[in-house]
């Protein structure tokens, strides 16, 4: 018999029972919730007279309705001025005192956007289940847990009965092999993958991220990686125990216990596909030949090299797929045949769980450090993930490196990645961001964003347009170290 | 939830690849703590020339003619038929409650993304999954003819053109049973309360890490 993929022993490592008709019912270890997807499935509970099933496997914080300015920020949830927005966190703070579910709140240190806070505290553990009403849940999967998102209802239905009602994905393999070129980055690795097998590429599987270069990368980078496996229709992303997560993890707050971790130790060492996994699909990448990528569209799919042109949909046979790209090039105001560095921004935005870690702060630092934002920049913000995050960078004299730069330096949320709080692009304005989406619509009404690394971004943010960071002097020297 | 039941239901065909799920109901709508009321902003971005916010009247925002659910044909449709990958994006539920309350109870794609998929289902919206070749004929049958219908019939995995041709569709049984019978998944797994504690013990034996409350 082949041996087992991570993810089929994460799966048989969870399964309480299998039902004849192909469903199974898995048992959920950490649950972490946010203000949004949350208040109808509390709401549910409520009217059904139901409690949460373990306290102890939730965790909450608000993160994509919390401003981002420092005035707004002092004055707590009263801060929020949008009516709306700010009864969302009120009712997640008032949800989380009456289930009795620890939180995180907006002026907690500790308090950012979910998928950074998990990790950050070792809420987030190897063999672990992890589940959030949110689809980026995915970034988890980097410490071989087995992550994704979830609706409303299963929400209510994960606090009601710690369990989720599921059908097992197939398994694919992501394997990238070889070095990366300096200046290129995670980011860079899985806009390639996505570019390759497409936003519906991985749907209906769970994907193992493989190979010399994954194993290269640190932590926040793999998370970067998992986080976009949702881009490439996948629900969950994985990547294999090994040295890195394990020193990652040492000391975090909800780590295992110094009595616990040897034996939680050696339990992690097996979470790694067998050597005999025969994987439904296999996708080979070459890290060498991965160039900074850019997104030129409306779907995370539309994606070049930064040496590259903007394509040509006259080029393309299939009628959708032209009429698709037609329609992109036309929201995001580009021609056919376009150079990418040729492509002017009004604004630069660093930020979102896919790249606001303390390794990506210091690699946008790198480049920005002793530059000057563009004059046709009208706002380069930094928004790091959580509170811990920010505290670090300020340790490290980030903060003080944009902020010379012309940036400007924010509290930890979600923020323009999603833009449900005030920070937003306005009709038609142009956005190098270091978020996940670049859907119509997603960071503004009318807004165009294109999707590059944080080094990508800081080095648009000094040039006023799209550069290719690998021809940028600065000083790589660590800028990959892990 | 409610049952599904047998239904010709009228359809409107809205011809776009990966609609995503901040297309399907924008950002601004997911402020809201209820289940309800998403209906008028459903697909807000193509549907009105202007910007939309929460809690704000309708009825008086320019409409974009152009988009196919403005089109009076189209009115009270509750089939809608799309192109692959339709709901890709975010886990948002807001998105089957936006179709659900607009009307729609049954959408037809050659594909579908993972998780709107098992958020319609939990809402009683049935997801039904054609090959392409097939999504095409009806997408050219529903355009060519006025008050074009569709008979689903989920009990025998079929959908029925006016004329009589029937397409068979895969759904797993288990999500069939629930929706047929408009059954709450949560009372479903509570059966089994037996079962989880028994697991719950041994892995917290395993794996006592896991649980900070020991
Ligand atoms: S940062 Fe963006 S993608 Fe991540 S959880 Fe927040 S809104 Fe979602």
């Not at chain 1, 979910?114 to 809420?123: I, S």
């Not at chain 1, 040729?342 to 870690?357: A, P, W, Y």
């Not at chain 2, 607009?102 to 054609?130: C, E, M, Q």
């Amino acid at each position: 018999m082949a041996g087992q993929t991570l993810y089929d022993k994460l799966w048989a490592q969870h399964l309480v029972t299998q039902r004849d008709d192909g469903s199974a019912l898995i048992y959920i270890d950490r649950h972490l919730l946010h203000e949004v997807t949350s208040p109808q499935a509390f709401e549910g509970l409520r009217l059904a007279g139901r409690k949460p099933w373990r306290r102890d496997a939730n965790l909450a914080t608000p993160d994509h309705n919390v401003p981002t300015t420092l005035k707004e920020r002092s004055a707590g949830n009263a801060g929020i001025l949008d009516d709306v927005s700010r009864i969302q966190v009120e009712t997640l703070d008032a949800n989380c005192e009456s289930f009795d579910i620890e939180e995180f709140r907006i002026n907690d240190e500790r308090q950012g956007i979910v998928h950074v806070v998990g990790p950050e505290q070792g809420a987030t553990l190897p063999g672990m289940t992890v589940v959030c009403g949110d689809s980026h849940t995915a970034t988890h999967g980097a410490f071989a847990a087995l992550s994704h998102g979830i609706g409303t209802s299963e929400v209510e239905h994960v606090l009601a009965t710690q369990c989720l009602i599921q059908q097992k994905m197939k398994n694919m393999q992501v394997r990238v092999e070889g070095k990366l070129g300096l200046g290129v980055t995670a980011k860079d690795i899985v806009l390639a993958v996505i570019g390759r097998i497409g936003t519906a590429g991985g749907t209906g599987y769970a994907i193992e991220f493989a190979g010399s270069a994954i194993r290269d990368l640190s932590m926040e980078g793999r998370m970067t990686i998992c986080n976009m496996a949702i881009e490439a229709g996948a629900r969950v992303g994985l990547v294999a125990v090994d040295d890195t997560t394990i020193e990652y993890l040492r000391g975090r707050p909800y780590a295992p216990t110094a009595e616990q971790w040897p034996v939680a130790v050696e339990a992690w060492r097996d979470l790694v596909s067998d050597a005999d996994a025969v994987f439904d699909k296999v996708v080979e990448l070459d890290a060498a030949a991965i160039e900074p990528q850019v997104t030129w569209g409306t779907s995370p799919e539309m994606v070049v090299n930064v040496s590259a042109n903007v394509p040509d949909p006259a080029a393309v046979e299939d009628e959708t797929v032209a009429r698709g790209m037609s329609r992109a090039l036309d929201y995001m105001g580009l021609t056919a045949g376009q150079k990418i560095t040729d492509i002017q921004l009004d604004k630069v935005f660093i930020g979102s769980c896919t790249n606001s870690r303390i390794e990506d702060l210091r690699e946008a630092a790198k480049v920005v450090k002793g530059r000057k934002v563009a004059d046709n920049i009208e706002l380069a913000m930094v928004v790091p993930g959580s509170g811990l995050v920010k505290r670090l960078a300020e340790a490290e004299g980030l903060d003080k490196i944009f902020i010379e730069a012309g940036f400007e330096w924010r509290e930890p949320g979600c923020s323009m990645c999603l833009a449900m709080n005030a920070d937003k692009l306005g009709a038609g304005e142009r956005c190098a961001s270091t978020s996940n989406r670049n859907f119509e619509g997603r960071q503004g009404y009318g807004g165009r964003t294109h999707l590059v690394s944080p080094a990508m971004a800081a080095a648009a943010a000094v040039e006023g347009h799209f550069v290719d960071v690998r021809q940028y002097d600065y000083d790589r020297a660590d800028a990959m170290s892990a | 939830m409610k049952k599904f039941e047998r239904m010709q239901g009228l359809v409107a065909p809205l011809d776009r690849a990966n609609v995503d799920t901040d297309l399907i109901i924008p950002k601004q709508f997911l402020k809201s703590i209820k289940r309800t009321g998403f209906g008028p902003n459903l697909f807000d971005e193509l549907r009105y020339l202007d910007e939309g916010y929460p809690g704000q009247d309708v009825s008086s925002r320019p409409l974009n003619p152009d988009f196919v659910l403005n089109q009076p044909r189209y009115r009270g449709a509750q089939v809608l038929l799309a192109r692959r990958n339709f709901g890709c994006g975010s886990s948002r539920e807001h998105a089957p409650w936006a179709l659900d309350d607009y009307g729609f109870r049954v959408v037809i794609a050659p594909s579908f993304a993972d998780i709107f998929y098992n958020n319609s289902f939990k809402n009683g919206i049935l997801l039904i999954t054609l090959d392409e070749a097939t999504v095409d004929k009806l997408f050219r049958e529903t355009e060519a003819e006025e008050g074009y219908r569709l008979d689903i019939d989920l009990e025998g995995q079929r959908v029925i053109t006016p004329s009589g041709e029937a397409f068979a569709f895969e759904v797993d049984a288990f999500r069939k049973h629930c929706l047929l019978e408009g059954l709450d998944d949560i009372g479903l797994t509570l059966e089994q309360s037996g079962a989880i504690r028994d697991f719950e013990s041994r892995h917290r034996q395993a794996h006592p890490w896991l649980f900070r409350d020991a």
